[in-house]
């Protein structure tokens, strides 16, 4: 069937209250208005106000709620606008959902899924563009998932609400609007490995969420050119899956990191140097990374644009890895 990853998002989300009763969803805007980016238009009517709550604009007491109903036995699915106000409730993700477990010495599980917007290119400026979920990668205690494709925005949350701990998803907004064909069965995905969603031999390109796009249309360049690149879709940024990733730099022998969030301290520089530590040997090439200029999102469309990863950085960043 023809979709959106808007509307394969909204499925998961009636899926998952349709199957599971302890299952409801909170947030900002997400009952009477449909969420801000219409993911969850009509929800509320469908399910009632007792499983779609909209709540105040309070991050820290929202995620906070989300996280008794959670030790209460419930499954809440609580959705952030974007990933610049979930800093609000940081000290909740942090100090309480990813580390209860450890403090309370296994006993204290907590189930709680929580949603955001994340990443630039909508003229949103800076405090509603920024890609921080590298920053939660570096939480113990939370699984973090970017949904880059429709399978895997209709099919994460099923399988993140199974897991008996705290996960992140992650939604680039640029995404909502991508369409194609999902199968009319699609459901639960896999959320343990990355996918290599082009294969190469000549230089391996590690991208996720709104960065995949990216890296798949410069492979489509390079292809022109007679380069043939590898694109790794990582799907989960903590844990990492680096035996997918290794394997495909011991195939091609070079490597780009694609990765929309600021190059110091990234994800793309955890990904270079595991890849330093353990297949130096196979290297041919310095590593590339193509990140996010290291300035807060612009708002004018030339400088936001000048400002993120684009497909001919890709492709120069391939050309000097293949040499």
């Given amino acids: 069937m023809k979709t959106t ?48 709550r909209d709540t105040p604009l309070s991050e820290s007491a929202f995620v906070g709620a989300g996280i008794g109903a959670a030790l209460g036995g419930l499954r809440p699915v609580v959705e952030i606008m974007t990933v610049n106000f979930s800093l609000l409730a940081l000290d909740q993700i942090l100090n309480n959902a990813a580390t209860l477990l450890h403090m309370s010495g296994g006993q204290l599980n907590v189930p709680l899924v929580i949603r955001m917007t994340t990443g630039a290119g909508r003229q949103l400026a800076a405090q509603h563009s920024h890609s921080l979920e590298g920053w939660y990668a570096h939480i113990p205690g939370l699984r973090i998932l970017a949904p880059a494709t429709l399978e895997d925005a209709r099919g994460m949350l099923w399988t993140a609400l199974q897991d008996p701990d705290p996960v992140l998803l ?40 709104g960065t995949l796009g990216t890296a798949l249309d410069a492979a489509d360049d390079l292809a022109g050119t007679g380069i043939d690149a590898e694109v790794i879709d990582l799907r989960t940024l903590r844990p990492l899956d680096m035996p997918t990733v290794l394997g495909s730099v011991a195939r091609t022998h070079r490597l780009v990191v694609v990765d929309e969030g600021w190059r110091s301290g990234s994800l ?33 469309k030339h400088l936001e644009e000048a400002a993120l990863p684009r497909r001919d950085d890709v492709v120069a960043a391939a050309r000097r890895a293949v040499g």
């Fill in 170 to 209: 992650f939604e680039h907004g640029t995404l909502y609007g991508m369409s194609g064909e999902l199968d009319d069965d699609a459901g639960p995905v896999d959320i343990d490995r990355a996918a290599v969603r082009r294969p190469g031999t000549d230089v391996t390109v590690v991208a996720y969420g």
């Fill in 268 to 300: 793309s520089a955890e990904i270079a140097a595991r890849v330093a530590e353990e297949a130096l040997y196979e290297l041919d090439a310095p590593i590339e990374r193509v990140c996010t200029a290291e300035v807060p999102i612009p708002y004018a």
């Fill in 5 to 52: 990853y808007r509307e394969a998002c909204r499925e998961a989300l009636r899926d998952a209250l349709t199957r599971d009763d302890r299952v409801f969803l909170m947030g900002e805007d997400v009952g009477a208005y449909g969420g801000c980016f219409a993911v969850s238009l009509g929800l509320l009517e469908e399910f009632g106000p007792e499983r779609v």
